[in-house]
């Protein structure tokens, strides 16, 4: 998308400052009254409790993706399992979603540096900083945000019902998530991670691409 483009290399050291920082910098989403149809359908969203799976069809990339994407985590979750753990749950809530998962992976760097237990200034908690009043808008006041699964679940949920009322805009999209619809700094500062941290091509699409290049 255009607009989230400019500007990306200089916004590393931000990105640095964020996630070094102890204070979770997002998770300031804004209440909005929701009409009864669509409160029911994130009611739905975050109801199904299906076990998590990678959801990559083929063996060899799914082994892959979750070596590498371990590697890149590795200095910040020092255990393996449960690296593999939250890898594996944030590609299943992703895709669930209709998100790409290396967009959530970054977008969860800007959030809260992938602390469980992370709380924002405005009271949004854990890796995807979620607004506790997010559990109202559920009908779900017992669900606890700090949970892995239940905190990633949410997050997805949300950012796809943002996409969805921003007609698939990633900029508004992300400028709702984080409460700064309209200004670029946070959708940019997700963007950039997304791509210098967590940026990941299929193996047989990037064997293709190294083909058409070399009969070029």
């Known amino acids: 998308m255009p607009r989230l483009a400019p500007a990306i290399a200089a916004l590393a050291s ?34 199904d409790a299906a076990a998590p ?9 799914r082994s892959r993706w979750l070596t590498e994407m371990s590697r890149r985590l590795e200095r910040r979750i020092p255990d393996p399992a449960y690296r593999t753990e939250l890898l594996t749950s944030i590609h299943y809530e992703a895709t669930r979603a209709g998100l790409d998962p290396q967009l959530v992976l970054g977008l969860i760097q800007v959030e809260s540096n992938f602390r469980k237990y ?11 900083q979620v607004m506790p009043f997010w559990l109202k808008v559920m009908e779900r006041p017992d669900d606890n945000l700090f949970h892995l699964r239940t905190n990633l679940r949410y997050g997805c949920t949300i950012l796809r019902h943002y996409l969805d009322i921003e007609k698939g805009d990633l900029f508004r999209a992300l400028g709702r998530y984080n409460g700064s619809l309209g200004r670029p700094e946070y959708p940019n500062t997700v963007r950039a991670a997304w791509e210098r941290s967590w940026s990941w091509r299929p193996e047989q699409l990037a064997a293709g691409a190294l083909t058409s290049s070399a009969r070029n």
């Open 118 to 128: 992370a709380i924002s200034q405005a009271g949004a908690r854990g890796f995807m």
């Open 14 to 47: 931000a990105i640095l400052l964020a996630t070094a920082s102890g204070v979770a910098r997002a998770g300031a989403q804004q209440y909005e009254p929701l009409a009864a149809s669509v409160r029911a359908a994130l009611h739905q969203a975050v109801s």
């Open 53 to 61: 799976t990678l959801p990559i069809a083929d063996a060899g990339e």
